[in-house]
């Protein structure tokens, strides 16, 4: 049905075809990462080259690296202004089709050695590889090219339809955004369509906990000795997922896992399908009743804004951020817990403020140096800002404007000023005086 419809779709409009990836993967023992991938998709425009982001470079340059670009049996020259970005020559004109194939390779670093918080770390029991593969900058009309900065997250992504198959250690198995199959002991394939980014996880030793909701089936990951905290985190994804979907309407894929595995800096990230929590918090979780949910509702919200409706996160942090924390809340709403959780942000947001006097809820990324003050002000204080324009236009009103977000903004990149114009054209009443409040003149 979809490649029909893409078809006419082609016919008709000149619309092109999606943007793909098709990859091969392998992770041998000692954590050395090889791969190949293939992307291919419409150029929007008249380009002379693909610009491609290698994040894990910002931590190391050693962590992940083009070896060779081709198209065909054709080579393609590369330049690399840094390690991160990489400019692949070969010129496709406006509507036309391209298929540039990539290879790559990387040294996975031990998480006790590794930098960051994690996502690109191995250990005894886990390997994460995230953003582990060279990712297309987003066109718009130039290359959106945001510096990789150590705090916050530095992935800017269109979506794009997954295949990739992967071959993993010995006694190692694969947890991924999409649809895992294994095919044969240490060969996998995962499948998905409408990412915003790949991940895997590769486990061993793990215990596995399924529950299903609104359709969804939620698998929760941990160590055996997690167990309790393994349970607690389905039941809170279960429940949240209840009250989003109430909300907001269904859960953008059929599937979500979520995965305990170390990590340091950050309590929980989100990928399409996919959630990584901080082991630590596992064992703790009955001593943080108000955190240890926050992680996983948290995290799920992102599978809205996010993956669904993405975001600049580099640029405009606030957009998925805030209405990620806001959301959030409605978790804590449907358990009759709202007040404590409006306290909780607005300590967090006063921290913020006095930590960074000069940053703003809708500032960028670069305006939190080292982080300062950045969950407080962008995350928290977002979600004050969304919390008092929804007390001015009633929840009718308020959540219709966000369901209207997501419909328009599906599987794209929104501005921070559509949201903004979206809240202001639903709203029964005038929203400046609490715009110009919370998010300056
Ligand atoms: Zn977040």
Redesign the pocket.
């Known amino acids: 049905m979809r490649a029909l419809a893409l078809l006419l779709a082609v016919g008709l409009a000149g619309v092109g075809a999606p943007l793909r990836y098709e990859m091969a993967l392998s992770l041998s023992p000692d954590g050395l990462l090889q791969g190949e991938a293939t992307v291919s998709g419409t150029a929007p425009a008249d380009w002379t080259e693909l610009v491609f982001r290698l994040y894990p470079a910002a931590l190391d340059p050693s962590y992940l690296r083009l070896t060779g670009a081709r198209t065909g049996d054709q080579e393609l020259p590369w330049t690399s202004p840094d390690p991160t970005t990489v400019a692949v020559s070969h010129p496709v004109p406006a509507g036309g089709t391209f298929s540039v194939t990539l290879e790559f390779s990387g040294q996975v670093p031990s998480f006790a050695q590794g930098k960051g918080y994690g996502t690109f770390a191995r250990s005894a029991s886990a390997v994460v590889l995230a953003q582990a593969y060279p990712i297309l900058a987003p066109w718009n009309g130039s290359w959106t090219v945001r510096p990789a900065l150590p705090w916050g997250d530095s992935t800017v992504a269109e979506v794009a339809d997954y295949s990739v198959g992967l071959v993993v250690p010995p006694g190692w198995t694969v947890v991924a955004t999409g649809r895992e199959e294994e095919l044969a002991p240490r060969a996998y394939r995962v499948v998905g369509e409408n990412l915003r980014e790949f991940a895997w996880v590769v486990l061993r030793g793990y215990a596995v906990q399924t529950a299903s909701a609104c359709e969804v089936e939620v698998r929760s990951y941990f160590p055996p000795d997690r167990a309790s905290g393994g349970a607690a985190a389905l039941e809170v994804t279960r429940d949240a997922l209840r009250a989003y979907t109430e909300v907001l309407g269904p859960h953008p894929f059929p599937e979500l896992d979520l995965v305990a595995v170390p990590l340091r800096g950050a309590a929980g990230v ?1 990928y399409p399908g996919l959630i990584l929590a901080g082991e630590g918090y596992y064992g703790r979780y009955s001593q943080d009743p108000l955190f240890f949910p926050m992680i996983f509702a ?1 995290e799920l919200a ?1 599978q809205w804004w996010y993956a669904e409706v993405g975001a600049d996160q580099v640029g405009e942090p606030w957009v ?2 805030a209405l ?1 924390t806001y959301t959030s809340g409605l978790y804590f709403e449907r358990a009759g817990r709202l007040p404590e959780v409006l306290q909780y942000w607005e300590a967090g947001y006063a921290a913020g403020r006095s930590r960074n006097p000069e940053a703003r809820i809708t500032s960028p990324l670069s305006a939190f140096p080292g982080g300062a003050g950045y969950g407080g002000i962008v ?1 928290s204080g977002g979600a004050l800002f969304l919390h008092a324009v929804r007390g001015r236009m009633g929840d009718e009103a308020f959540f219709r404007a966000l369901r209207r977000f997501r419909a328009e903004f599906r599987w794209r990149i929104a501005p921070g000023k559509a949201l903004l114009a979206l809240l202001r054209e639903e709203s029964p009443a005038a929203l400046e005086d609490l715009f110009e409040t919370w998010l300056g003149p």
């Open positions: 989100e948290h992102h998925d951020e990620t995350y």
